[in-house]
């Protein structure tokens, strides 16, 4: 039918800033499912006289955390320092080592990011994508395992993939200091202009792939 939408193949994760023409960094391939679970709070209030049912007008909605699920695989460098927030990249001529940090310390705010994902079937469209979803500011919350085993089968990174979790924070600007709409500091979907933040830009998704 000539209104309804379908998520149909994968899609590209990209982390960064969106408010400069080269800060959003493509996380790289993934192998298996990205997620994106919009974790709606709703709270309810009980008629316990007649039993537990939930009352119509005793229900609360404390907005939503959205949380994003990506199985990712590419082990570059500077691609684990941008998901693991406090580490650090220290460089010896051609060689890099990377620090994790340590120590108890406030993430700054403008050391989180924002983080979104485009279907394959519109990285011709980038950032005006229909169903691409948007976390204006976000965090790793799980890193997942970094794995060394015998490869299997016919796809030598099928047994690789580190699940990635990617949550969703709440601030009132963006990194160029531009307020972020209240409903859209949760998250969105689709063109960012058309909620209301221009001058958002993606690279050429389509010299990614």
């Not at 620090?99 to 394959?120: E, H, R, Y």
């Not at 919350?141 to 990174?157: A, K, Q, R, V």
């Amino acid at each position: 039918m000539a209104n309804e939408q379908y998520n149909i193949g994968p899609c590209l994760a990209l982390l960064g800033d969106p408010t400069t023409a080269s800060g959003m960094t493509y996380l790289g391939p993934t192998r298996g499912n990205v997620t994106i679970q919009p974790q709606i709070q709703i709270h309810t209030g009980m008629v316990d006289q007649s039993g537990m049912i939930p009352r119509a007008d005793a229900i609360f909605n404390s907005g939503p955390q959205p949380v994003a699920s990506v199985p990712l695989v590419d082990e570059a460098i500077e691609k684990l320092q941008l998901l693991l927030s406090g580490s650090s990249v220290q460089t010896s001529g051609s060689d890099k080592a990377l620090l994790l940090g340590s120590g108890v310390k406030q993430i700054a705010v403008s050391d989180i990011n924002t983080f979104c994902v485009i279907p394959m079937n519109e990285i011709s469209d980038g950032v005006t994508a229909a169903n691409g979803w948007w976390f204006p500011r976000a965090i790793t919350t799980s890193f997942g395992n970094i794995t060394f085993t015998l490869p299997s089968g016919n796809d030598l990174l099928s047994n690789q993939a580190r699940t990635t979790t990617i949550t969703s924070l709440y601030y009132e600007t963006d990194q160029a200091g531009t307020t972020v709409p209240a409903d859209a500091r949760p998250g969105f979907r689709g063109d960012p202009s058309i909620a209301g933040l221009t001058g958002w830009q993606l690279p050429d998704l389509t010299t990614l792939v």
